[in-house]
């Protein structure tokens, strides 16, 4: 891949000094993987934009795991969720973050690859916690309406965590969504003076400055 050499400089938010483009989209994506080690970090969760044949569809996830060198993200979500489906029928996506205190968003495009019945969910779902696991013990569909709440989990778990001999039920139900990123874009807003780029990644790297 081709690289591009900037010459301009804008002020880091996270930094308050000056720095390049390339600073800039290395910070994003370091910040990017503290949030899959911190609960509290402003990226932790994410909204995922998919496409349906009657629209646009979106809700929020957590942001599992990075690879600033490859350029990939992960979540995890129920295999039998209606995201799932629209991702088979339309692998791209958007995930949109925000970091409300810094007043930062990061909008990446995606190429999405689902694994459910394969070695990477496989060893995704051996780190998961049993709480975490427990929301993949549902007996229903995500979505299939109800008569009265339903918490997403076995009635007999509605007060404790299930043993990791119970949670393996659930590894049917999980899926782990790889997205290869394509193009990230960073806004910065500010009273000041905002601050917009792109950082793409394919077909070549291209790192631009954009006006907000």
């Known amino acids: 891949m081709s690289s591009s050499k900037p010459t301009t400089s804008a002020t880091d938010p996270s930094t308050t000094e000056s720095t390049t483009i390339a600073t800039l989209e290395r910070t994003s994506w370091k910040q990017l993987t503290a949030a899959t080690k911190d609960e509290d970090a402003p990226f932790r969760f994410m909204t995922v934009a998919t496409c349906t044949n009657q629209g646009a569809d979106a809700r929020m996830v957590v942001l599992r ?4 060198t490859r ?24 995930l949109l973050f925000w970091d409300q205190k810094q007043k930062i968003q990061l909008r990446l495009i995606v190429e999405t690859r689902l694994h459910t019945d394969d070695y990477v969910a496989d060893d995704q779902w051996k780190e998961l916690p049993v709480s ?37 039920a ?10 290869r990123v394509l193009e990230m874009d960073y806004l910065h807003l500010s009273r000041e003076g905002q601050t917009r780029a792109r950082f793409q990644y394919e077909p070549t790297l ?3 400055w954009l006006a907000p």
Request: charged letters at 30%; glycine letters at 4%.
């Open 65 to 68: 795991y990075v690879d600033e």
């Open 206 to 208: 291209k790192l631009v």
């Open 132 to 168: 975490s696991r427990k929301m993949y013990l549902s007996e229903l569909r995500p979505g299939t309406e109800q008569e009265i709440p339903y918490p997403g989990y076995p009635e007999e778990l509605q007060n404790r965590l299930p043993d990791k001999e119970e949670s393996e």
């Open 71 to 94: 350029k990939y993200v992960w979540f995890h979500t129920d295999a039998r969720s209606a995201k799932v489906l629209q991702l088979e029928a339309f692998p791209n996506a958007t």
């Open 170 to 179: 659930g590894r049917s139900n999980f899926s782990v969504i790889e997205c």
